[in-house]
């Protein structure tokens, strides 16, 4: 039986501690720093995110109840405006009826809306007659085409509308007439419309004093 013969010994060294040199110290450093910095970033902008979707997801049907309330808050906000909006316009179209001036309203692009019923009776039409550009045939035939012209201008630059003309009845009588309009506004400065009054000048044309033509003066050489 032959026995194994001892493994030499082999001294081994003492481990000698590295230090690090302030150099390498600081490039450690660094690279935690920009570690770390990776690790937020990635927090923010993945993991941050994730969860604050998840929170969002969460919330979603209160928010969607808050979302339902302020739209109920803002329909009812604007049908008590138009309540208030009809109530003002009935108003004042019940208060254009007792004047003894003719009173009309357009729209923003021109359009006839409404007249009073001394505008109605002085020409004998109806307001389904003069709706729209239907009011073109109330006036004379000889100044159609003027006052179109002007009205179509005071529309276009949104200006008052200042204009004597004549006026023809629906059973052909000439009414001499002055029409005035003032441009309405809303509450963003808007253009919404004109309104109008028409006065009746057959008074005046019946008072005035009549006209003679100058003489001539006589020439004696």
């Known amino acids: 039986m032959t026995t194994a013969s001892p493994r ?11 230090m690090l040199d302030p150099g390498e110290a600081n490039d450690w450093i660094a690279l ?33 109840q808050e979302m339902k309330a302020e739209n109920a808050e803002i329909r009812a906000s604007l049908q008590s405006l ?5 109530t003002a316009i009935g108003l ?13 309203q357009s729209d923003s692009l021109g359009m006839c809306i ?32 003027a006052v179109y012209a002007e009205w179509s201008s005071a529309v276009k ?16 009588e000439i009414i001499p007439v002055h029409a005035q309009a003032s441009v309405l506004l809303d509450s963003q400065g808007r253009v919404s419309g004109w309104v109008g009054f028409v006065t009746d000048l057959r008074p005046l044309v019946l008072q005035s004093p009549p006209q003679t033509a100058p003489r001539r003066k006589q020439y004696h050489p």
């Open 82 to 86: 138009r309540h208030d909006l009809h």
């Open 32 to 64: 935690g720093g920009a570690i770390a910095a990776g690790l937020v970033w990635f927090w923010r902008h993945s993991l941050g995110g994730f969860f604050k979707w998840i929170w969002n997801g969460i919330k979603a049907p209160q928010r969607i």
């Open 114 to 145: 409404h007249v009073n019923v001394m505008y109605r009776e002085m020409l004998g039409f109806q307001l389904s007659e003069l709706a729209g550009d239907q009011w073109k045939q109330s006036i004379h035939p000889e100044d159609k085409h």
């Open 8 to 18: 030499p010994f082999l001294p081994v060294a003492p481990r000698q501690e590295r």
């Open 92 to 104: 004042a179209r019940a208060t254009w009826d007792t004047l003894s001036l003719a009173v009309w």
């Open 157 to 172: 630059e949104r200006r008052p509308f200042n204009m004597c003309y004549r006026w023809q009845t629906k059973d052909g």
